[in-house]
């Protein structure tokens, strides 16, 4: 089992930048492929990014693809999600999230979830 501890959400105007971390507890970080969510109010929980074990094979949602990066360090059982060119529409609860597959872009096979961390970006 693993527990999710994210952080570094905040306010920030358009076009600023945010580096979220989700720290992760347990010996078996690396076993699992990891996950950033979202959910911004009214709306359903979206995929943003995920990253395999290694690190080697990542994918982003379309709205992000270009702005937003995702990243992991197996040796501090930590997984960043680095965001720029922010827009008001990024707003939303950013949610890490963890996976026994080595990679899936799919919610439902995340087994582990964070409290989640706020991000509001001001026009």
């Known amino acids: 089992q693993v527990q999710l501890a994210e952080s570094g959400g905040g306010l920030v105007q358009a076009g600023g930048s945010l580096r979220l971390s989700c720290a992760a507890s347990?010996?078996?970080?690396?076993?699992?492929?990891m996950g950033w969510f979202r959910q911004a109010p009214g709306k359903e929980r979206e995929l943003v990014a995920t990253?395999?074990?290694?690190?080697?094979?990542?994918s982003y949602s379309d709205s992000v693809k270009g702005r937003f990066t995702i990243s992991r360090e197996n040796a501090k059982n930590t997984v960043y999600l680095e965001m720029n060119s922010l827009k008001p529409e990024d707003t939303a609860v950013y949610y890490c999230?963890?996976?026994?597959?080595?990679?899936?872009?799919?919610?439902?096979?995340?087994?582990?979830w964070g409290q989640g961390t706020q991000v509001t970006v001001s026009s």
């Open positions: 999230a963890a996976t026994d597959y080595n990679f899936s872009m799919y919610s439902d096979e995340y087994k582990y």
């Open positions: 347990g010996r078996t970080f690396k076993s699992y492929g």
């Open positions: 990253i395999s074990w290694t690190g080697s094979r990542t």
